[in-house]
């Protein structure tokens, strides 16, 4: 999508208000395939200046007993401008959760998500956020050693972790002394452990954790987490946690959440950038597609919360071909 493309498309949607609070003037019309009922379908924005700007969305209004499920696409003119309303949403969600249950779970992936969480630890964020409340997870791991460079544990404790003052017995990071295998069914207890001590919520839905808040990337080949393209344990449905011995994006050896746990989240933030996710973008969002090639990131679909993609120009780049 060019940039004056995006610019006459801003123009023409509006979203009702009672949808979004956080309504920005300005709203994108997307074609219809865009508009359409696959599950991965999304209404868009283009918010060039405000903070946060989460414009449109798409809910299914639920009925007692019910549940819904809410997806908005927003697309940055600039990454800066995407890790600061990353920031403030994770802020007000934080928040939220601290308030309401005395606890926030987040999920953590490893890769560019990384750095785009780079303005919590910054004012006014850094202040005002209560660290005290973070229960911090990983919906991936590499099995290898914490301070090894291709650790997820040690990105993330390199550039955010160290930098907010989070208790260090509520960062959960994998048993880097245990095989894939051991180490995912001992990740799969801690989780169950701390189900039972009521920090992570259960779902009553679907019966796996309900985390607070997801905060993933994607890959090139449409991989979230450590769920690739073809791969079997994309299709895992009882198991909490497991683990690859073959990922085609090294490190081999991996643990991964599995899809019924992602799915179960409260919230994700699934933030891609850049023209190298240019084509899964576009795939994800286009229709025609059988049910039966869905790549992991068209498969990220919550049954009962709010998935929010925070995106830059390059990566929707394709999208006027739709
Ligand atoms: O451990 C990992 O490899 C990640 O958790 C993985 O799922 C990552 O999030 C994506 O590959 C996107 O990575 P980039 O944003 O760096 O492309």
């Known amino acids: 999508m060019t940039t004056s493309a995006a610019a006459s498309a801003t123009a023409a949607l509006s979203t009702p208000s009672s949808v979004n609070p956080h309504r920005s003037s300005s709203a994108l019309r ?29 809910a299914s209004p639920a009925a007692a007993g019910e549940t819904s499920s809410r997806k908005k696409l927003i697309i940055f003119d600039a990454e800066d401008d995407l890790a600061a309303s990353l920031a403030k949403y994770t802020s007000e969600l934080s928040a939220k959760f601290a308030a309401e249950r005395g606890a926030f779970t987040v999920v953590l992936s490893g890769g560019s998500l990384v750095k785009a969480l780079r303005k919590l630890a910054e004012p006014p964020y850094l202040e005002a956020v209560d660290w005290s409340k973070w229960h ?3 919906v991936d791991e590499r099995v290898v050693p914490k301070d090894h460079a291709d650790s997820n544990y040690r990105l993330a404790s390199d550039q955010f972790l160290s930098k907010v003052p989070i208790p260090a017995d509520q960062v959960h990071a994998i048993n880097d002394e245990l095989s894939s295998e051991g180490a995912a069914g001992d990740y799969e207890t801690r989780l169950k452990q701390l189900a039972k001590n009521g920090v992570i919520e259960l779902s009553p839905v679907s019966g796996f954790p309900k985390f607070d808040l997801m905060l993933m990337g994607m890959g090139p080949d449409g991989h979230v987490a450590s769920l690739f393209p073809g791969h079997p344990v994309v299709n895992e449905n009882q198991k909490w946690v497991t683990f690859v011995k073959d990922s085609p994006k090294p490190p081999p050896e991996r643990i991964t959440f599995t899809f019924p746990v992602i799915n179960s989240s409260a919230h994700i933030a699934l933030v891609i950038t850049g023209a190298g996710k240019a084509g899964a973008v576009h795939k994800a969002l286009s229709e025609g597609q059988s049910t039966s090639d869905l790549l992991p990131v068209e498969m990220v679909s919550l049954q009962n919360g709010e998935l929010v993609w925070f995106t830059d120009k390059p990566a929707v780049s394709m999208l006027s071909s739709i």
């Open 30 to 58: 997307l074609p219809a395939s865009l508009r359409r009922s696959h599950p991965n379908r999304f209404l868009s924005s283009s918010p060039s200046r405000s903070p946060l700007v989460p414009v449109s969305a798409m």
């Open 136 to 138: 911090v997870f990983w």
